[in-house]
């Protein structure tokens, strides 16, 4: 059996062995504190959602058990930039011009009242550290404090040398350091030191774990958990391109890194690196939870934990993220909210990460803003099978959306060819079936869910600076 079989077998398991949900913890009559966790590059492999069958997450898992999971989250935006950014400001891409990562977004969206934002201006104190924002796009005004990530050491140069240690532009190596060493620890340690540290006013805490995100550089003891030549590996037929459409093919770019990668031979490498990463970041969050349940703010806590957009190892014959599939949209989503969440509950309904700007002001009691584009999952929190009827959207580039219900996967690109998986016949996403005459009805009803204003694309940097200096601007 394939690593992606266990997906759908894996979460019945993890279900089937938590029996005893129990009743969940009063509200507290003050304000409940936010522990907004963001982990980024990761996928679908940990062990709730049943990615991989040989990934360690234990407290991932951990996490899960204390609310609610849902198994079909979907990311905005398969890239970093334009993902944090609608999760943030709660608008999408198609509604702001920020469909790629060199796209600065405030000077864009000057008035956007940010989530954190929203909660300093109803008497929260928010504080940030490691990756919210994306690369240098963190905003200021969105926080009281914010805390910057120390870098990471490198391995040593022959390491870096190493063939067996890169494939094109994936990298990875083994470190021989303690964990201490680690940006990512450092971050934890600084978020751990607030959760201990007194607070005159209810806390808005963001941590952003930088892993799995590349260079997959971990401990050694990572790597140890995961011998390169047990490693299973996604299953790719030879002939998954060749119903996409030219305009997916341009995304996958099978001639790049997955070419790459096979000519080197260092897939299984990669895979035991990516592996590895997970597994670290998965420490750093045990390390969080473990740190709130002795500050004894776990009862009066809402956490949320979710990840920027997915990754591809192969699937598709594509890597990284930069695409409209399940594997680059299909992201980790963990809710706890004492007094609404009960335990160990899994939610199977497709909803996307726009939904949790509005989930965190209603379950705060904050006022509600109009300006967002999704809405609170609540109900949903409240009652996994309420009814939804909103598919999950995902938007990679101007006009380029992919939509999710509980069965299908739609694509349709700027070029108006389209793609359209059937989830109940094909989890692997293997055959387009968007030509098949029997399905048009489908596509025409998942149709006018797409957007239907999609504003051009918000200048890069790069952009802004030319226009400044042609304007004769300093």
């Not at 920020?98 to 009242?113: D, F, G, S, T």
Request: hydrophobic residues 35%; contains cysteine; charged residues 25%.
């Amino acid at each position: 059996m394939h690593a992606r079989m266990f997906r759908f077998a894996f979460p019945l398991l993890i279900t089937a062995l938590t029996l005893t949900c129990f009743a969940p913890a009063p509200a507290s009559s003050a304000p409940p504190n936010i522990l907004f966790i963001a982990v980024d590059d990761l996928n679908d492999w940990i062990g709730v959602l049943g990615g991989h069958p040989q990934v360690k997450t234990p407290h991932l898992d951990r996490l899960a058990r204390r609310g609610m999971v849902f198994r079909r989250a979907y990311c905005a935006a398969p890239a970093c930039n334009p993902s944090r950014t609608a999760l943030m400001t709660g608008r999408r891409p198609s509604r702001t011009g920020i469909y790629h990562n060199p796209q600065p977004w405030r000077p864009v969206l000057k008035e956007a009242v940010t989530l954190s934002q929203h909660f300093m201006n109803n008497g929260y104190t928010a504080l940030g550290g490691g990756k919210i924002y994306h690369g240098s796009f963190n905003d200021p005004a969105s926080w009281d404090h914010y805390e910057n990530a120390p870098p990471s050491p490198k391995p040593a140069p022959a390491v870096l040398k190493d063939p067996k240690s890169r494939s094109g532009g994936i990298v990875w190596g083994e470190l021989d350091v303690p964990d201490s060493d680690m940006s990512d620890y450092k971050i934890v340690s600084w978020a751990i030191d607030e959760l201990k540290r007194k607070h005159d006013k209810p806390l808005f805490l963001a941590c952003g774990i930088y892993r799995p995100h590349m260079p997959w550089q971990v401990p050694r003891k990572y790597y140890d958990l995961y011998p390169a030549g047990k490693v299973v590996l996604p299953e790719v037929p030879k002939d998954d391109l060749e119903d996409v459409p030219p305009a997916g093919q341009r995304v996958a770019k099978p001639q790049g890194d997955h070419a790459t990668m096979l000519e080197t031979g260092n897939w299984r490498r990669a895979v035991q690196a990516y592996l590895a990463s997970i597994t670290f970041a998965d420490a750093q969050v045990g390390r969080l939870l473990d740190a709130l349940d002795e500050s004894g703010r776990r009862t009066n806590t809402v956490i949320v934990l979710w990840g920027d957009h997915g990754w591809h190892l192969g699937e598709k014959e594509h890597w990284r993220k930069f695409a409209l599939w399940e594997e680059a949209t299909r992201t980790p989503l963990i809710v706890v909210a004492p007094g609404v969440t009960d335990e160990a509950q899994v939610c199977e309904t497709p909803v996307d990460l726009l939904n949790v700007y509005p989930t965190l002001v209603d379950l705060c009691g904050l006022p509600a803003r109009q300006d967002l584009d999704g809405v609170s999952l609540r109900p949903l929190l409240e009652n996994p099978k309420t009814a939804w009827e909103r598919p999950a959207l995902t938007t990679h580039g101007r006009n380029n959306h992919a939509l999710r219900t509980a069965r299908w996967r739609f694509i349709q690109y700027a070029d108006g060819s389209r793609e359209l998986y059937d989830h109940d016949a094909d989890p692997m996403e293997w055959r387009n079936v968007a030509g098949d005459p029997g399905n048009a009805e489908v596509m025409a009803g998942l149709t006018a869910f797409l957007p239907t204003d999609n504003v051009p694309d918000a200048p890069t940097r790069q952009q802004r600076r030319r226009a400044r200096q042609d304007a004769g601007a300093p």
